[in-house]
């Protein structure tokens, strides 16, 4: 066995090496790579989406639930605010309102008023009346400021214009930070006085430190330029720019989440007091991202991360599984048409065989006769027969073994597995070869084959034994085809550059049109009980597997012309 | 006793020339022939005891010839000679009504008795021929 198949025994099925070549790693890598991306493009995208919405949503209410106090506070103070201005801003405008302006400035008078409204309404640290050219004419309270200018002090211009103000808290000449609130009473034709009290910047910072509910936050004024008007815990001293945005004037209550250097995140409720320059700052204690928000925002952020990795996980195992289950199917169907392509052969050379063993019997008859005769020319006659005769009939003996041994290894290099191996080729001497089998077929039924073949051997790199095959069952279709006395030609013609082809022509039955879609179909056969259908679909595939292409034009009654094409040089895969 | 004439048909001449002269060194009278054509042509211009048919010939192929050498001498008796066990074709020879068949390589003792029981069927047939 192994000498008849140097290459190994001749079995069906696939080696290693074959598997491989037939199924390339790479396109199933592609495949697998493709597939997961978009499997898990198209999961975890909504996945991110949604979490991101539900993320944005549950911050959204969480914001909502933390600012509600907030606003209240804000609310809070600036009615507490408001109020205790509305208040003095009412005392003082009555006093200038009711009291005349001798009683006003007598410094005595004006010191029991102060007294009165310190006792009323608390808050006033002293009082004094201006004229209209900015000199204080009298003033009551702890400092010597009696005779002062204040024609240039803003507050002063404000109240002249508006009637009454309350002013940012400033130094002054005091030297100490405390407001103003300033009434102006027009005494008849251009002239009038200003009726001014201060209020110690030490009352208002009790009142807004009042409204700090929670430890932690921080609660000022501020003015609209940012200046701090009363101290802060962490946003810097009175009357420097607070360390935190300033708003654009608005006069609803504002939230902003701010981010405080040390502390983080926090968010910062502005509100407008109204009748005065003061804005109400608050901040809150906590940071924006409270204990319940980052919990849930854990959740989810684990939920995310969770799912992403169980998708990842299904989808690679389910791609794999898909990949790895194609592929085997790929595998089972090479290995299947492998199986195929052997059958195949083997019918082949069983239908070959029974006329090789005709063809073989021949020779072994002459060799039997030649020899037999010899033997009885040695036995039966008397004298020995001549030198001549014995020559004659002994080299009778070697030419048909000679016969013989040309039969059969004509049979075994076709016998030979069909390994793909390339090597340079002669096609004329190609079909020859082929055409040797069915030389005897040819003369018994008396078919004529005609060869136009050009002078110059057309050479082709390509695989003799899946040459072989594909020929052999060519010209059998056609032998299957014709009559007895019937035509076959065989031509070599040069297609386009770097092809070369063989056309096999017969006049034989034809190929009805209905059936011309199916020729290459596998298990499509016309010879009842005689073909496997697998004859041309092989021829098919072995020449796709060569580089190569098949075309068929047959006419009913007149017959059929197969043009195989094979690239000349080594065929790509 | 008179020598068996024998014809033998076959398209290998070395074949025919060898056993031509094996079955003469047996004392048959064998004559030798190597188309279907000569032979029936031979069998027009001479008598003959037993033809020794190959089957399968270019051109005339042996079922034909049976058929012909029927229909032109219908006790002459043929024995087939066939390269390979082909059922069909023995089967259609013996149903044309060859006597017997032999296969390729054949031995020579077989062949002598199986060509002188095809003659003796002959003569045993002769006394019907002659009383018919």
């Not at chain 1, 009323?120 to 004094?128: A, K, N, P, V």
């Not at chain 1, 980052?294 to 996980?313: P, Q």
């Not at chain 1, 194609?326 to 089972?332: C, G, M, P, Q």
């Not at chain 1, 070369?500 to 049109?513: A, L, R």
């Amino acid at each position: 066995m192994t000498e008849l198949t140097p290459d190994g025994p001749v079995t069906p099925g696939l080696s290693e090496g074959e598997e491989r070549s037939l199924v390339p790693g790479r396109p199933y890598r592609r495949i697998l790579l493709t597939a997961t991306l978009s499997v898990s493009f198209v999961a975890i995208v909504p996945l991110i989406i949604a979490t991101g919405i539900n993320y944005l949503q549950y911050q959204e209410a969480f914001r909502e639930e933390q600012s509600r106090p907030m606003v209240r506070f804000a609310a809070n103070g600036k009615l507490a605010l408001e109020a205790f201005l509305e208040e003095r801003t009412a005392a003082l405008r009555f006093v200038s309102q009711t009291r005349s302006y001798q009683e006003l400035t007598d410094p005595s008078t004006l010191g029991e008023i102060l007294e009165d409204m310190k006792s009323s309404f608390g808050g006033f640290s002293d009082l004094g009346v201006i004229e209209a050219d900015g000199t204080q004419l009298s003033y009551a309270g702890p400092y010597e400021l009696e005779g002062r200018d204040y024609g240039s002090a803003p507050w002063f211009r404000e109240v002249i214009r508006q009637g009454i103000h309350v002013s940012e808290v400033f130094l002054g000449y005091r030297d100490f930070p405390h407001f103003v609130i300033a009434s102006y009473r027009e005494t008849g034709r251009g002239e009038g006085f200003v009726l001014r009290a201060t209020i110690d910047a030490e009352y208002i910072n009790r009142l807004v430190g009042s409204l700090l509910a929670q430890p932690g936050g921080d609660v000022f004024l501020l003015n609209h330029q940012g200046i701090l008007q009363t101290p802060s815990r962490s946003h810097g001293e009175v009357l420097t720019p607070a360390q935190i945005p300033s708003l654009p004037f608005s006069i609803q209550t504002e939230l902003l989440e701010i981010q405080e250097p040390e502390l983080g995140p926090r968010l910062a409720a502005y509100t407008q007091i109204s009748g005065s320059p003061f804005v109400l700052a608050i901040v809150s204690p906590g940071g924006t991202v409270t204990p319940g928000w980052t919990g849930l925002r854990r959740n989810l952020l684990f939920f995310l991360f969770g799912s992403t990795i169980l998708i990842l996980a299904v989808v690679i195992w389910g791609s794999h599984w898909m990949v790895g289950r194609a592929r085997n199917a790929d595998i089972a169907r090479a290995a299947v048409y492998h199986r195929m392509e052997y059958e195949n052969k083997m019918a082949a050379l069983g239908r070959l065989s029974a006329g090789v063993a005709h063809e073989i019997n021949n020779p072994v008859a002459i060799i039997s006769e030649k020899a037999g005769l010899l033997k009885d020319l040695l036995l039966l006659s008397e004298p020995l027969p001549p030198k001549e005769k014995m020559l004659d009939l002994l080299d009778s003996v070697v030419r048909s073994a000679e016969r013989c041994g040309g039969i059969t290894h004509r049979l075994l290099g076709f016998a030979k597995h069909m390994q793909v191996q390339t090597e340079t080729i002669e096609l004329d001497q190609l079909l020859v070869e082929v055409l040797g089998f069915l030389e005897k077929e040819a003369s018994y039924r008396e078919i004529k084959i005609e060869l136009d073949f050009p002078e110059e051997a057309p050479e082709i790199v390509s695989d003799r034994g899946q040459l072989q095959q594909v020929f052999l069952n060519v010209i059998n279709n056609a032998f299957a085809a014709v009559d007895d006395g019937g035509r076959i030609q065989i031509g070599i013609i040069e297609g386009e550059p770097g092809t070369i082809s063989v056309w096999i022509q017969d006049n034989g039955v034809g190929i009805p049109e209905e059936h011309m879609s199916h020729i290459f179909d596998p298990f499509f056969t016309t010879k009842k009980g005689a073909g496997t259908g697998l004859g041309l679909s092989i021829t098919y595939g072995i020449v796709q597997k060569l580089g190569g292409d098949v075309s068929v034009q047959s006419q009913v009654g007149v017959g059929t012309r197969f043009i195989l094409t094979f690239p000349i040089g080594k065929p790509e895969n | 006793m008179e020598a068996l004439r024998i014809l033998i048909v076959d398209d290998e001449e070395e074949l025919v020339s060898a056993l031509k002269e094996r079955l003469n060194l047996r004392g048959f009278q064998a004559r030798g022939v190597t188309t279907g054509t000569e032979a029936l042509a031979f069998l027009e211009a001479e008598e003959c005891d037993v033809v020794l048919l190959d089957i399968k010939m270019p051109g005339l192929g042996g079922l034909e010839v049976i058929r012909r050498i029927k229909d032109m001498k219908p006790r002459l008796q043929v024995v087939l000679l066939t390269g390979h066990g082909s059922v069909k074709s023995v089967e259609d020879g013996m149903a044309l009504g060859a006597f017997d068949y032999l296969m390729k390589p054949v031995k020579i003792d077989s062949l002598v008795s199986v060509l002188t029981a095809a003659a003796a069927g002959r003569k045993f047939e002769a006394p019907q021929e002659g009383g018919g």
